[in-house]
């Protein structure tokens, strides 16, 4: 697949992604996927319904799970980024600093502008971004590829894969997706400062958002070839901030978190401690810990991580066979990181944040029945996972 979009030219205005053409495209894009959007989240809240309904009986004897049914698109980790935009990080203790910013104070600023509380205000942003996110990356393919049917595919399969319940919560997946996909795009259109924009607010999202300076590095060395004796000078801001920026962002958060706390490294020190990510090990040792685990009936969670893992390994090959090198570093950068700790929970919400690994799969269900197939299943794998996330039996 060559790097170069096949519908024509790069234009290097940055502010030309708000032109007619574009926005067009991209309420089309809307059109598009809203219906495996809406299906999603009505997937997502007949689980919820479900989960109140059956707590009682399922796990009687389990407080926390009946807890977490009540806080429903809030559970989990929603509660970190309601309690930090809500009162800080100070407030929250020290375990909340290893959620990065953007999304909270995001949320604590639509939800005292519009008066609904920031608690709705996260949800109300994730859904969205997730909506933008699934239409920004069918233009994104549309653009690259010169294949409709492979846009659709992509952004449904985006929308209505098992662990995209997730972006119907109040986490901060959908916005890191639309960060991503507005990077790709910009990078891949020339937009460069649009990139670098995107880029800074993935790495003030979540620590992951770091990963995208690999793909904007090889975006930018193929920029300056295709320009081949031309005149960069011009464009060397914008190439630099577009590398820059994610990692720009993190450094930031790190900067103000050791002002407060007098340790820059404290986020990173939290995620290591055990009931979180863990120390950074190697992933087949993660891999024989978690099948261990499984089959001596400690944590079914445990079992359903194996062949995930499997496939986004499949996928990354796929990504790199079929996709532009920028996709597949991408997907690889954050496949090695969310294998790299030793605790594999939520590792299919981290490999779906890996946009490139949902492109590649479409690319292998061309055939009509094989799609319908694939999101029929993947549309029952959803209902199944945000059930057994609500009850407490998975960590999302």
């Given amino acids: ?42 997937v997502v809240l007949a689980a919820l319904a479900l989960a109140h309904a059956t707590v009682g009986s399922l796990r009687p004897n389990n407080p926390g799970a009946v807890t977490r049914v009540h806080q429903g698109l809030l559970a989990w980790d929603g509660g970190w980024y309601v309690s930090i935009a809500r009162h800080g990080y100070a407030a929250s203790g020290l375990q909340s600093v290893r959620f ?43 653009r690259d590829f010169g294949d409709r049917q492979l846009a659709r595919r992509s952004a449904w399969l985006l929308g209505l894969a098992p662990a995209a319940f997730v972006l119907a919560w109040g986490y901060a997946d959908g916005p890191l997706l639309l960060c991503a996909v507005v990077a790709f795009l910009g990078a891949r259109t020339g937009r460069w400062w649009w990139a670098a924009a995107a880029g800074l ?22 920029d300056r070839r295709r320009r081949a004796g031309a005149s960069s000078r011009g464009r060397w801001p914008a190439w630099i901030a577009a590398v820059v920026a994610p990692a720009a962002g993190t450094v930031g958060y790190l900067t103000w978190v050791r002002h407060q706390f007098g340790d820059a490294w404290l986020p990173f020190r939290v995620q290591e401690q055990q009931g979180h990510r863990g120390g950074i090990t190697v992933p087949v040792s993660s891999m024989a810990h978690d099948l261990q685990a499984a089959f001596h009936g400690h944590h079914l969670g445990s079992a359903l991580h194996i062949p995930w893992v499997v496939v986004a390994v499949v996928l ?71 059930f057994l996330a609500f009850v407490g039996v998975l960590v999302p």
């Fill in 1 to 42: 697949m060559a790097d170069a979009p096949p519908d024509g030219p790069r234009r290097s205005s940055p502010l030309r992604v708000f032109d007619r053409p574009t926005l067009r495209t991209f309420g089309r894009a809307l059109v598009l996927v809203a219906p495996a959007w809406i299906a999603a989240r009505l």
């Fill in 100 to 142: 990065y910013p953007a999304f909270p104070m995001a949320g604590r600023v639509l939800g005292t502008i519009i008066g609904i509380g920031p608690g709705p205000a996260l949800v109300v942003i994730a859904n969205l971004s997730s909506l933008a996110a699934m239409a920004g990356l069918a233009v994104l393919v549309q």
């Fill in 201 to 222: 607010a993935a790495g003030l999202v979540r620590p992951v958002g770091i990963v995208l300076v690999l793909p904007m590095v090889i975006e930018v060395v193929a």
């Fill in 316 to 386: 990354v090959v796929v990504a790199f066979r079929r996709l532009p090198l920028s996709y597949g570093a991408f997907a690889l950068a954050a496949l090695v990181v969310s294998l790299s700790s030793s605790n594999l929970d939520s590792f299919e919400r981290y490999a779906l944040g890996a946009f490139p690994l949902v492109v590649a799969a479409s690319t292998l269900t061309s055939r009509r029945g094989v799609e319908v197939a694939v999101l029929v299943v993947a549309t029952g794998g959803m209902a199944a996972y945000a």
